[in-house]
Structure formats: C-alpha cells, structure tokens
C-alpha cells in the first residue's frame, strides 16, 4: 500500500516525532513540502494520501483512481473539496481533539501575558530600564487579576470546555456562546450580544465558515468593555483583522493575542503586523507542544489501519 505524506515538515522539530506509526502501513514516502500544483508527480498509485495544509481540489481527486483514502493530520479540513470527496466517494478523516490541551495552555498563556503585561515589562527589563529605577520595581503597566472576571467562550467544543476548566481555576467566571446546547457541561447559552457585552476576556475557538468568517468585526467590537482583551487560537478570518486593528489603536479594545491570522504564512501587508497597540501574535504554534504532535501521528496511524480492517475512525464526509 503506497502512502504519501505530501507536508511532513509541518510536524517534526529536530527530528523529535516517532512516524513509525505510519512508516509501518506500507510504502511510505514523506515529503518535506509540496503544493497544490505539483503533487500528482508524486501521487501515481497511491492509496493513502496524508496532508496537513496542502490543498486536495476537486480536479486532484477525479485524476487519483487508486486513491482510497485522505487523512488529514489536523482536526481542520477545510483544505480538501469534501463534495468532491463524497462524489468520488473517497473517505476523508481528521484528528479530533489531539491539540485540546495544548491550544488551552496556549490560549491561557496568551490571556496570562496580557493580563500580566509580561511582553511589556520583558522589553522593558531587556531596555535596561529596570537598572535605572529609583526603587525596588519599575511600575508602568496597569495589570490585574483574573479572579472574578467573566471569560466569555465563544464556541464551545473539546478545547472550549478545557479553557473553561482552566478559567474556573482561576476563580473566573465562564460565559459560553454555542449553537449547540452546553447545559450537560454545567453551563447555559447566552447570546453572542451578551458574551460581547459581558466578558472581560473572549476566546475564541469555533471553525472558520462562512458563517462565522468576520464574525468579529466593527459591530462586535462596538459592544466590548473598553478594558477587554480578545484572544484567538482557532482560525484567522473569524476576527475581521482591519476592524481589529482600528478597535486597539483607538483604545475600543485593552489588547489582543492571536496565534492565527487570516491568511498564514501572512502577507507583509497585514493589518496585524504593523504599529498595532497591546497586540501579541504567536505564529499558529498553540497546537504544536511535542506531546500533541506525536499524538497527530498515533491517531492518523489508527485511521489508516481502520481502512485496511474495513470500518474506518475519525470520518468526516
């Protein structure tokens, strides 16, 4: 069985990833980097095809006869046409919750710094400006805590549910926007107005859609608290980047954490990359602890290995 990994690069970090878990199906072939226009020349026979971002069209599939299976090393599928897939019925799979605790690490890492000030006062250490002080500490930023305050969540799936474990830790308040029902998680659906209104801090954490591509936008920062921070770690294009831009500059939002842009690697015209107040960016990294990166690969193993048994995990389409 021929298997090709069209983006390998995108998970080992110094060789620090065990792939003997696909390595050991059969013909393996990693490939450190392809695209979109060039990777039939290496997809001739091929049964399995394993991708993380690279694009998988609808003119690919109807070109692949062999193919019988696209597993896709994320939980994110949007890079695949999934009409095309079920028309050339061709199963597609992903991997669910693998980054869950690794993105909620992330997304409170982000929370803590701007709550904290930490990008700051670390400039302002490495400045020397703590050396000229005229007392014990150099106090320039306003910080708080985050007992008490109101984290509005707005979406509300595996990684949802372990920020709001970690929110509660911290004797927070949690507010939850879904379009599922969250009352068996102990909790109830507000509103995206209320949760807008209401949080102190909101994290997203919901698929990128048509539905919810902008859903951020000059609106919605309108009816945030002037003291509130937003963090995004799920997918660039929910937050509307110019509109965001405007609402820190202008002091309509206190600050921003994003690990994802809208288009990545991001154009050097991005909104977000220039003189932008109280912003953090982390370049799309939240997912990628070690430990959630080896798990990518044990499940994908596991996927492909239900193919060969006849009942496959982890479907999508």
Not at 69 to 94: E, R
Not at 236 to 243: A, K, M, P, R, S
Request: charged share 25%; with cysteine.
């Amino acid at each position: 069985m021929k298997i090709v990994f069209l983006d390998s690069h995108t998970l080992s970090l110094n060789g620090d990833i065990d792939f003997s878990p696909i390595e050991s199906l059969g013909d393996y072939n990693s490939l450190a980097l392809t695209n979109e226009d060039n990777i039939l020349d290496y997809l001739a026979d091929t049964r399995v095809i394993i991708t993380n971002k690279i694009i998988i069209s609808r003119d690919h599939l109807k070109k692949l006869n062999n193919l019988k299976l696209i597993t896709v090393i994320a939980t994110g599928y949007d890079n695949i046409d999934i009409q095309a897939s079920k028309d050339y019925k061709i199963p597609i799979t992903n991997v669910p919750q693998y980054a869950r605790y690794s993105v909620s690490q992330h997304t409170f890492a982000l929370i803590l710094n701007l709550a904290s000030k930490l990008y700051l006062y670390n400039s302002d250490v490495a400045n020397g400006q703590w050396e000229e002080s005229d007392s014990f500490t150099l106090l320039k930023h306003p910080t708080f805590e985050l007992a008490g305050k109101v984290i509005g969540l707005i979406g509300f799936g595996a990684i949802g549910r372990e920020v709001s474990k970690i929110a509660e830790g911290f004797n927070m308040k949690v507010m939850v926007y879904d379009i599922a029902d969250v009352s068996r998680y102990g909790h109830r659906n507000s509103t995206l107005d209320e949760v807008l209104e209401k949080s102190d801090i909101i994290s997203i954490h919901l698929p990128l859609t048509d539905k919810t591509k902008d859903l951020i936008d000059k609106s919605a920062f309108n009816k945030m608290k002037e003291t509130a921070l937003i963090v995004n770690t799920s997918r660039g294009g929910i937050v509307n980047e110019v509109d965001c831009v405007d609402a820190l500059n202008s002091g309509k939002i206190a600050g921003a954490g994003f690990d994802v842009l809208s288009s990545e690697p991001p154009t050097k015209n991005n909104p977000l990359l220039g003189e932008v107040k109280n912003l953090i960016l982390t370049p799309h990294v939240a997912w990628s602890s070690k430990e959630a990166r080896q798990r990518l690969i044990d499940i994908t193993g596991k996927n492909i290995e239900s193919m060969n048994k006849g009942n496959i995990i982890n479907r999508v389409n």
